[in-house]
């Protein structure tokens, strides 16, 4: 049977918690956004760019192994 058996559940970068605001690599006019789980193959990463290094608005990155969702309850 085909399907995510063997995978591991994945959090999207915009809906996990690790996601935090990189205050160094910020700009003027841009807001960046990097992995702060040491856990992860992303840790460090800027999350809201592309592979280019184009800059974007929003995280786009799919998530890793070990995202944890945003608490929304408080």
Same mark, same amino acid.
């Given at each position: 049977? #085909?399907?995510?058996?063997? +995978?591991?559940? +994945? %959090? &999207? $970068? %915009? *809906? $996990? +918690?690790?996601?935090?605001? !990189?205050?160094? #690599? @910020? !700009? &003027? =006019?841009? /807001? #960046?956004?990097?992995?702060? @789980?040491?856990?992860?193959?992303?840790?460090? *990463?800027?999350? =809201?760019? /592309?592979? @280019?290094? =184009?800059?974007? /608005?929003? %995280?786009?990155? *799919?998530? $890793?192994?070990?995202?944890?969702?945003? =608490? +929304? *309850?408080?």
């Amino acid at each position: 049977m #085909a399907g995510k058996e063997g +995978r591991a559940l +994945r %959090i &999207k $970068c %915009i *809906s $996990c +918690r690790f996601a935090q605001v !990189d205050k160094k #690599a @910020n !700009d &003027k =006019n841009w /807001t #960046a956004y990097e992995c702060g @789980n040491p856990k992860s193959e992303y840790h460090k *990463s800027l999350l =809201n760019v /592309t592979v @280019n290094g =184009n800059k974007l /608005t929003r %995280i786009s990155w *799919s998530g $890793c192994a070990y995202g944890e969702r945003k =608490n +929304r *309850s408080l």
